[in-house]
């Protein structure tokens, strides 16, 4: 279990660096390359200061967290304009209900709470309503459109059920009836037949999308998971080449394959050149005493 913790972490941000050097890209032949410094961006860098916050407080602290992605923000790491402003707003005072609203009134539909979020789903999977309270209150400290915190809850839910059970095409079941949201529902629901033929990278991009938005990223991580997730380099070559939002949907991807297959199923060429590689396993290897600790 404490390997599949470390996988899971592990697994994001490998996929996340991988993807890095594609991100924007038109769909092509990309290969995820570690023969040279995997630097990770803001999706593992928010998932760091996630964990740390819930380590150092051994709980779900809304201030605390805003304040770990606020005070530990590296600029270059290459952050969503929206979840930017937010987090500036909140440094300067404003309330965190108020700064959410202030660029896009809906709340953002990027991606930025899904991808951060797959911690959550390690230290709850014992527990689905602690997991399913703790992924809205996280997500809402910079998303609150109903879509972004669905896809967060897809891809928390899903590390949680994977830590649980077997992979079966049930799962994408599960998934579907815990969505709030219609779109995320169809696109979840849309996968199983997807599965079920070959197709194209550009049919998936046409149907699921490759997109920094949460409908047009989460439900292809998900894909991408069932389809190729019994091989790690493979789910990152299939993420990467689709262009797009590739560290992202990489990362989502990397921690369901990284949760699935446990670390032992990682590159270790890839892992020696992770940038922080043992500070990130140290902290899943903490989320894990402390998910053992909750759990009693
Ligand atoms: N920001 C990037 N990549 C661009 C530049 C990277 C480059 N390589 C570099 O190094 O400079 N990647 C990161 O952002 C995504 C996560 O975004 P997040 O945190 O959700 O941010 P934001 O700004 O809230 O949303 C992203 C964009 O989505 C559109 N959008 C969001 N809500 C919208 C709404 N309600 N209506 C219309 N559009 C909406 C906007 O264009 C937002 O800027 C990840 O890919 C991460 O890697
Ligand atoms: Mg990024
Ligand atoms: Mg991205």
């Known amino acids: 279990m404490k390997n599949r913790f470390t996988g899971c972490l592990l697994g994001l941000a490998l996929g996340d660096a991988l993807g890095a050097p594609f991100e924007g890209m038109p769909p092509g032949n990309h290969i995820p390359q570690c023969n040279g410094f995997l630097r990770y961006t803001d999706d593992t860098e928010m998932m760091i200061n996630l964990s740390e916050s819930i380590l150092e407080t051994g709980d779900i602290s809304r201030q605390s967290i805003a304040e770990h992605f606020c005070s530990s923000l590296t600029p270059t790491r290459g952050y969503g304009p929206g979840t930017l402003k937010v987090l500036s707003l909140i440094k300067s005072g404003v309330p965190i209900e108020d700064a959410t609203r202030k660029v896009f009134p809906d709340g953002s539909l990027g991606n930025g709470a899904a991808m951060r979020v797959a911690p959550l789903g390690l230290l709850y999977h014992w527990n689905e309503r602690l997991l399913t309270d703790a992924v809205s209150r ?141 500070r990130i396993k140290g902290l899943a290897e903490r989320l894990y005493s402390l998910s053992l600790s909750m759990a009693g």
Do not use: W
């Open 138 to 278: 996280v997500s809402t400290v910079t998303h609150v459109h109903p879509v972004a915190i669905d896809g967060a809850m897809a891809i928390a839910l899903t590390v949680g059920a994977l830590l649980r059970e077997t992979v079966t095409e049930s799962l994408l079941e599960y998934l579907v009836a815990r969505m709030q949201t219609n779109i995320m529902k169809q696109k979840l629901e849309s996968i199983s037949r997807l599965l079920s033929f070959d197709i194209s990278k550009e049919q998936i991009i046409e149907e699921l999308g490759h997109g920094v938005l949460t409908h047009e990223s989460v439900p292809t991580a998900i894909y991408a998971f069932f389809r190729f997730g019994d091989d790690f380099m493979e789910t990152m070559r299939f993420c990467i080449g689709l262009g797009g939002d590739t560290d992202t949907i990489a990362a989502m991807a990397g921690a369901l394959t990284g949760v699935y297959l446990s670390d032992n199923g990682l590159p270790d060429e890839c892992l020696e050149k992770l940038e922080n590689y043992s």
